[in-house]
């Protein structure tokens, strides 16, 4: 019997609560693969995406180790002031590489699961955006979700930015309505801790036993 596989798509606005979503799906015992990581990974030192950046970007986007200049690059590619097309230069450049690893860590979880049911949980924060050129199709597609005010607050007090960095942010991902339209399922960051995991824990549970079920319909057939 061949394993089977429940592919979630997990999404939310920045500073919205995806993360914590996403610790407590690996908890549950969830394959988790991080987009944000594998773009950090893919533009370290030595990353395969960084000589592609500094041709399209020039020089100024890399550091003097050759690193990438993200502070450099995030104002040019969502400052009030970049290119009306530095972010799908950007993402013309790493989407194709953060696919690729994807690709293969899903099937690295897939062959350690054996024969046992997996939830495999695709952390994409700009889901709505890509949805359409992701080479995947997802079973189940979560957004994490609270309101522009409490996500503005959350970016200056935990990630130190400015109000307006915050904004800047926000004006560059999908809308609220947006994401929403492409999900099944909306989680509310703001209900209490308790409430948000039980509901997290539902899900989960919900997606196992569709493993299960569709592992019995199939040995039946």
């Given at each position: 019997m061949g394993v089977m596989m429940?592919?979630?798509g997990l999404t939310g606005?920045?500073?919205a609560g995806k993360s914590t979503v996403a610790a407590r799906l690996r908890e549950l015992g969830a394959a988790h693969i991080d987009y944000d990581a594998i773009a950090h990974e893919i533009t370290a030192p030595g990353g395969a995406a960084l000589p592609r950046i500094a041709e399209a970007f020039g020089p100024d986007a890399?550091?003097?180790d050759g690193s990438?200049?993200?502070a450099w690059m995030a104002e040019h590619v969502f400052g009030a002031d970049a290119a009306p097309d530095a972010r799908e230069r950007l993402d013309a450049i790493e989407h194709p590489l953060i696919y690729d690893e994807a690709r293969w860590r899903e099937a690295n979880a897939v062959m350690a699961?054996?024969?046992r049911p997996i939830v495999v949980v695709h952390d994409v924060p700009l889901l709505a955006e890509v949805?359409?050129?992701m080479p995947f199709e997802f079973d189940s597609i979560v957004t994490v979700e609270a309101p522009e005010d409490v996500r503005v607050v959350r970016m200056e007090t935990s990630r130190g930015m400015t109000r307006q960095q915050a904004e800047d942010r926000i004006r560059h991902q999908s809308t609220r309505e947006e994401r929403e339209e492409i999900a099944n399922v909306v989680v509310d960051s703001t209900?209490?801790?308790e409430q948000m995991f039980a509901q997290v824990d539902r899900l989960y549970a919900d997606w196992i036993a569709g493993c299960g079920a569709e592992q019995d319909g199939n040995s039946a057939a």
């Open positions: 429940i592919r979630v606005g920045i500073a890399l550091g003097e990438l200049d993200r699961a054996g024969d949805l359409d050129a209900q209490p801790l």
